[in-house]
């Protein structure tokens, strides 16, 4: 698969089909993700793929209940708690599938590294026709002393990447995206803003900055 189509076409999807995904296909999934770079190529990840129903529902059941107790991500948004509060609402979407992506937290990049190979992860699914997205919702939680032991890891863990995984099932959306906010600084001082938030116009820095704006 063309990397353009790849990009374009992985959206996150929360709708799927109760199909098992194979080991074989998790651990292409996984050699897709070690192969994101890493800070001095520590590659510092570690994966738990859960695919045991009862553990999924309990992942779910206990962030929901975390975060409504606590709110502990600081989501004061209604609308949230609202869908939080509905029991039909699954945190993990009904995905037969939910890698989690850590590293020791004492390693300093461990959020970066993990965050790569995640994305490195989604690219490789979409390759293969499988829906994918983050869940940052159960990250909480399987922080906890019980969440990681859940997940085997040891406490010196940080979870990161919660992924859920699984054949895509229903209408996927299709994304949008915001002008990005680039400030260009190119010379003399001069620096030049575009994108959404960006000021009307910034005043060059020097008598030659207007010469060099793009
Ligand atoms: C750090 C992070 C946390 C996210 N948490 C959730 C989540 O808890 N539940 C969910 O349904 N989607 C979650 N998402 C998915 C985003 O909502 C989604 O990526 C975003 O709306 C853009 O859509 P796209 O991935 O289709 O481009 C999360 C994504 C990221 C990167």
């Given at each position: 698969?063309?990397?353009?189509?790849?990009?374009?076409?992985?959206?996150?999807?929360?709708?799927?089909?109760?199909?098992?995904?194979?080991?074989?296909?998790?651990?292409?999934?996984?050699?897709?993700?070690?192969?994101?770079?890493?800070a001095?190529?520590?590659?510092?990840?570690?994966?738990?793929?859960?695919?045991?129903?009862?553990?999924?529902?309990?992942?779910?059941?206990?962030?929901?209940?975390?975060?409504?107790?606590?709110?502990?991500?600081?989501?004061?948004?209604?609308?949230?708690?609202?869908?939080l509060?509905?029991?039909?609402?699954?945190?993990?979407?009904?995905?037969?599938?939910?890698?989690?992506?850590?590293?020791?937290?004492?390693?300093?990049?461990?959020?970066?590294?993990?965050?790569?190979?995640?994305q490195?992860?989604?690219?490789?699914?979409?390759?293969?026709?499988?829906?994918?997205?983050?869940?940052?919702?159960?990250?909480?939680?399987?922080?906890?002393?019980?969440?990681?032991?859940?997940?085997?890891?040891?406490?010196?863990?940080?979870?990161?990447?919660?992924?859920?995984?699984?054949?895509?099932?229903?209408?996927?959306?299709?994304?949008?995206?915001?002008?990005?906010?680039?400030?260009?600084?190119?010379?003399?001082?001069?620096?030049f803003?575009?994108?959404?938030?960006?000021?009307?116009?910034?005043?060059?820095?020097?008598?030659?900055?207007?010469?060099?704006?793009?």
């Amino acid at each position: 698969m063309e990397l353009w189509v790849a990009i374009m076409e992985r959206r996150a999807v929360r709708q799927f089909s109760q199909a098992a995904i194979s080991k074989e296909d998790l651990r292409t999934l996984i050699g897709a993700a070690i192969w994101a770079p890493s800070a001095m190529n520590r590659q510092p990840w570690r994966f738990a793929v859960v695919t045991d129903p009862l553990v999924l529902q309990a992942i779910e059941t206990k962030s929901k209940a975390r975060i409504l107790k606590s709110d502990p991500q600081g989501i004061r948004n209604p609308e949230i708690h609202k869908l939080l509060s509905d029991p039909e609402y699954h945190l993990l979407h009904g995905a037969p599938v939910l890698i989690a992506i850590g590293a020791p937290e004492r390693e300093k990049w461990c959020i970066e590294d993990s965050a790569m190979a995640a994305q490195n992860l989604m690219l490789k699914a979409t390759e293969f026709g499988l829906g994918t997205c983050w869940i940052g919702l159960v990250q909480d939680w399987l922080n906890t002393p019980e969440g990681l032991a859940v997940l085997r890891f040891p406490p010196s863990i940080k979870v990161v990447a919660p992924i859920i995984v699984g054949e895509p099932a229903g209408q996927i959306a299709g994304g949008s995206r915001k002008e990005p906010n680039i400030v260009w600084i190119v010379s003399e001082g001069s620096h030049f803003q575009e994108g959404h938030d960006a000021p009307k116009m910034e005043q060059p820095h020097t008598l030659f900055g207007e010469l060099i704006h793009p």
